[in-house]
Nanobody
Framework: VQLQASGGGMVQAGGSLRLSCAAS????????VGWFRQAPGKEREFVSA????????YYKDSVKGRFTISRDNAWNTVYLQMNSLQPEDTAVYYC??????????????????WGQGTLVTVSS
């Protein structure tokens, strides 16, 4: 599976962006999908994930209520709607897919497929 992340850009604090993670080469419907981010000088961190069925979603505490993950298996795409963006959300955002177990869904090492990353910059 090849993943392509897109939708990043520069916004002011309080603004919104929608990231897309498009899969090719194979269906993503059998994979859990996660979004991770990495700010300069920091480790990659979990942001959100969605189970293959789409029935369960998970979020980093600081983005709960602001970010929404969803998937459209018919279009082989997973989305991350980001509202009320803050400067601390500035990072390169990566999507990842894999057959992770539930206990490992927040950890990047449990994902087999990665997109190339898309930069989100939030100015104050």
């Amino acid at each position: 599976v090849q993943l392509q992340a897109s939708g990043g850009g520069m916004v002011q604090a309080g603004g919104s962006l929608r990231l897309s993670c498009a899969a090719s080469g194979r269906t993503i419907s059998t994979n859990n999908v996660g979004w991770f981010r990495q700010a300069p000088g920091k480790e990659r961190e979990f942001v959100s994930a969605i189970r293959r069925s789409g029935g369960s979603t998970y979020y980093k505490d600081s983005v709960k209520g602001r970010f929404t993950i969803s998937r459209d298996n018919a279009w082989n795409t997973v989305y991350l709607q980001m509202n009320s963006l803050q400067p601390e959300d500035t990072a390169v955002y990566y999507c990842a897919g894999g057959n992770t177990v539930l206990s490992g869904i927040r950890y990047p090492q449990n994902y087999a497929y990665w997109g190339q990353g898309t930069l989100v910059t939030v100015s104050s």
